[in-house]
């Protein structure tokens, strides 16, 4: 079992910055993948970025440029550095893992971005 933690939401002014991270802990020693998702009310859950084992990176192209998603794996978390905010990326931010063929999702952060 692999539990999730995400912290570092909170208000933020536009153009600001902020970092999440995603803690995991319990059987992590085969943990795979990472990413970052986020919902807002009335809209669909879309993913915002993804790290692989080999660190590759995927990206929504409405982040590409101003997020950057990276791992420590000594560390067992995950973090999305998010530059430039935007009041449209208001939402709840959830972390999820994959470890061990098993998907894992954390409790969520908000994140609310003032103009």
């Known amino acids: 079992q692999v539990q999730l933690v995400e912290s570092g939401g909170g208000l933020v002014q536009s153009g600001g910055s902020r970092r999440l991270s995603c803690a995991a802990s319990?059987?992590?020693?085969?943990?795979?993948?990472g990413h970052w998702f986020r919902q807002a009310p009335g809209r669909q859950r879309e993913l915002v970025a993804s790290?692989?084992?080999?660190?590759?990176?995927v990206y929504a192209d409405s982040v590409k440029g101003r997020f950057t998603i990276s791992r420590d794996n000594a560390k067992n978390t995950v973090y999305l550095e998010m530059n430039s905010l935007r009041p449209e990326d208001t939402a709840t931010y959830y972390c999820?893992?994959?470890?061990?063929?098993?998907?894992?999702w954390g409790q969520g952060t908000q994140v609310t971005v003032s103009s």
């Open positions: 999820r893992a994959i470890a061990g063929g098993r998907v894992y």
């Open positions: 790290i692989s084992s080999s660190g590759s990176t």
């Open positions: 319990g059987e992590t020693f085969n943990l795979n993948s």
